[in-house]
């Protein structure tokens, strides 16, 4: 990958709203130059998607997010891969990731609610024939997510007190 469309990503990653205009200025480039690795780098598909962070807590209390340990047995020839894959299909997961250390996948879902999740891993997770254990974990509060600090803070303007 070439430096213009490696600090292009960097723009995009930080600001999916910036115009290919508005990138070239910054960069010190030709617009149709912008324009042409970004088309390229959506057909490449190293431009997935644009999206927006949001913090649902400020939207919908009721939503719940949760990671999941999955240890798992890898398929001969494949490996995770088949596994990863009918994970990645159900509509709940956001993300899968395959690990290192004492577990194998990572699944991220969101639920309504606590049943909505416990019954994604009883009924659908759990019953992979490959699954060998599950361990969730509910989140209960974002701080920070894709460097973005969800909540604001006020810097403490106390004065020191020394003895």
Request: charged fraction near 30%; glycine fraction near 4%; hydrophobic fraction near 40%.
């Amino acid at each position: 990958m070439n430096e213009l469309k490696a600090k292009i990503l960097d723009l995009l990653k930080e600001d999916a709203r910036l115009s290919p205009a508005t990138i070239a200025t910054m960069l010190g480039a030709e617009e149709a130059e912008v324009s042409s690795a970004i088309d390229e780098m959506e057909r490449d598909h190293v431009i997935v998607k644009y999206a927006a962070v949001v913090n649902w807590s400020k939207v919908d209390d009721e939503k719940v997010t949760a990671l999941i340990e999955v240890e798992c047995s890898p398929e001969r020839g494949r490996g995770f891969e088949s596994i990863a894959e009918r994970i990645y299909l159900y509509p709940e997961v956001k993300s899968v990731y395959l690990m290192s250390g004492a577990y194998d996948l990572c699944v991220e879902i969101d639920g309504k609610n606590l049943k909505e999740v416990a019954s994604f891993v009883s009924n659908k997770l759990s019953t992979i024939e490959s699954v060998i254990s599950t361990k969730t974990f509910f989140i209960l509060k974002k701080y920070k997510q894709d460097g973005i600090i969800f909540e604001e803070f006020e810097d403490d303007h106390r004065l020191p007190i020394s003895p």
